[in-house]
């Protein structure tokens, strides 16, 4: 009897964690985000079973060579919440950093950029696009 109980209980547990983590996962940051510098935006889609992003829209025409950058790769939700394990690339330097993406719950999303540890990392919010932004790529 004692042993049923500890099963049910148990069952109870992997049950209700299950769906806390596939809830915080229906929290995926899909669509267009407006970047923290407001110079651009990325459209975040699922790719396999990871997440990547590429630039859709540029403020300034000058920069229009980068609509289409892949600027977010390889992006796998975490059982916490998060999406981390991929890069982000940041053209600004030219060089690729680790990224967690974070979704808040006041609808931005904190991007978090590291380069093997979290100690040393620098976090943005990106908020999301207006339905109307104007994009340079369409798929």
């Known amino acids: ?35 923290h510098t407001g110079r651009g935006a990325v459209k975040i ?4 079973k990871a997440l990547c992003g590429k630039v859709v829209w540029v ?14 790769g390889d992006v796998k939700p975490m059982s916490d919440g998060t999406f981390d394990e991929g890069w982000i690339y940041d053209p600004d330097n030219d060089a690729k950093f680790d990224v ?8 931005t999303m904190k991007v978090i950029g590291y380069k093997g540890i979290k100690f040393f990392s620098r976090s943005f919010i990106w908020k999301p696009a207006p339905a109307d932004l104007p994009l340079c790529v369409t798929e």
């Open 1 to 35: 009897m004692k042993l049923a109980k500890v099963a049910i209980a148990m069952a109870a547990f992997a049950t209700t964690f299950g769906l806390t983590a596939h809830a915080q996962n229906d929290r995926a940051p899909l669509g267009v985000w407006i970047d």
């Open 100 to 107: 967690q993406l974070q979704p808040l719950r006041d609808g």
């Open 45 to 48: 889609s699922e790719c396999g």
């Open 59 to 72: 403020a300034d025409q000058a920069n229009s060579k980068g609509c289409g950058l892949d600027i977010i």
